[in-house]
């Protein structure tokens, strides 16, 4: 009897253990450049405290926060690639993950909640009202905008909410953006997805590199923002093999400059592909619309 007590108090104990790693894996979330909330908070005022950060603990991961985050993983002898992962967050002495309130990538908007509410009374929204401006939001609201003959991009605006049925004062229209990030943190992460993806081939294949990342921005099937594109699971090679880390050149710099002012070599284009070296199948049912460099680029 004695034995099988041990026995079954040695198997709650494990159970117990796992459970906690587990649910650490579950509510811990991995931090990288372009993450909002109160973890990054977390983040930055420990880094602050060891004085790797000099600017504010704001809950937004820029390009200070990344350097601050290489030298710490640097130093203390961990992959230096500016994610915060469980091992980086154990180095920080963070045992429990951040509270929820005021994280994530969106932030509430009231003209957001209503706009969310009128569509969902039209049937061209399933999701949650809760004001937060994400996919399935902006698919709802060009869905709107292609039914009423607005002009469809995303923009809740003076037109977009009079159709709607809401108030048009002197409300200012809601864009989704990379909010919180600024553009230089913008241009700094285009220029390392650019690096990574597109270094060696010609500018404007660099530059379309940065055009097809900023076209999905837009694109109701892809997250709404510059980060979310770009660490959007398996969507880049250049962040699986993390390349991406590599210091980008000045032609990176000036391609997603120029991607961000408008130059668009695709026409448009959602996909791109190196047909040498492409290991996805699901890529080659893409068709290509047009060859740039190495890569070829299709809009559906």
Same mark, same amino acid.
């Given at each position: 009897?004695?034995?099988a007590?041990?026995i079954?108090?040695?198997t709650l ?12 894996? &579950? ?5 990288f450049? @372009?993450?909002?909330?109160? /973890? ?13 950060? #000099?600017?504010a603990a /704001?809950?937004?991961y ?7 985050i ?10 230096? /690639?500016g994610?915060?992962?469980?091992r *980086?967050?154990?180095?920080?002495g963070?045992?429990?993950p951040?509270a929820?309130?005021? @994280?994530? *990538? ?7 909640? &209503?706009? !969310? ?5 039209w049937?061209?929204?399933k999701? #949650? ?6 996919p399935?939001t902006?698919?709802a609201?060009?869905d709107? !905008?292609?039914?009423?003959?607005? #002009? ?10 009079k159709?709607?049925g809401?108030? *048009? ?6 864009? =989704? ?10 241009v ?10 597109a270094?060696?081939? =010609?500018?404007?294949?660099q ?11 837009? +694109?109701?099937?892809?997250?709404? *923002? ?14 699986a /093999?993390k !390349?991406i880390y590599?210091? =980008? ?7 997603a400059?120029d991607?961000?002012?408008?130059w668009?070599?695709? @026409? ?6 190196n047909?040498a070296?492409?290991?996805s199948?699901?890529?080659w ?7 740039i460099?190495? +890569?070829?680029?299709? +809009?559906?």
């Open positions: 009897m004695k034995k007590t041990k079954l108090c040695f104990m494990i159970t117990f253990l796992i459970s906690i790693l587990f649910m650490d894996s &579950i509510y811990a979330r991995t931090i450049w @372009g993450s909002r909330g109160n /973890d990054v908070r977390e983040v930055q005022q420990k880094l602050k405290n060891w004085g790797y950060l #000099a600017g /704001d809950g937004i820029g390009a200070q926060t990344y350097r601050a290489i030298a710490f993983q640097r130093k203390h002898g961990l992959k230096a /690639d994610i915060v992962g469980a *980086t967050r154990r180095a920080l963070i045992t429990a951040a929820a309130a005021g @994280g994530g *990538t969106a932030k509430f908007n009231e003209t957001v909640r &209503i706009a !969310q509410q009128k569509l969902k009374q049937n061209y929204y999701g #949650a009202v809760d004001g937060l401006y994400g399935q902006g698919k609201v060009r709107f !905008q292609r039914k009423n003959g607005l #002009a469809v991009d995303g923009v809740i605006g003076p037109q977009t909410r159709a709607l809401m108030p *048009t004062g002197a409300q200012t229209a809601y864009t =989704p953006t990379s909010r919180g990030v600024t553009r230089n943190d913008d700094r992460l285009m220029a390392m997805a650019i690096n990574g993806e270094r060696g081939e =010609p500018y404007t294949g530059v379309a590199v940065g055009a097809v990342i900023l076209n999905r921005v837009r +694109h109701p099937s892809f997250p709404n *923002t510059i980060a979310g594109v770009i660490y959007e699971p398996l969507a880049f090679t250049a962040v /093999d !390349q590599l210091a =980008p050149n000045e032609s990176a710099f000036r391609a400059r991607a961000l002012n408008g668009d070599p695709t @026409g448009g284009a959602i996909y791109y592909w047909p070296t492409a290991t199948k699901w890529i049912t893409r068709e290509p619309s047009v060859k460099g190495k +890569h070829w680029f299709a +809009h559906r």
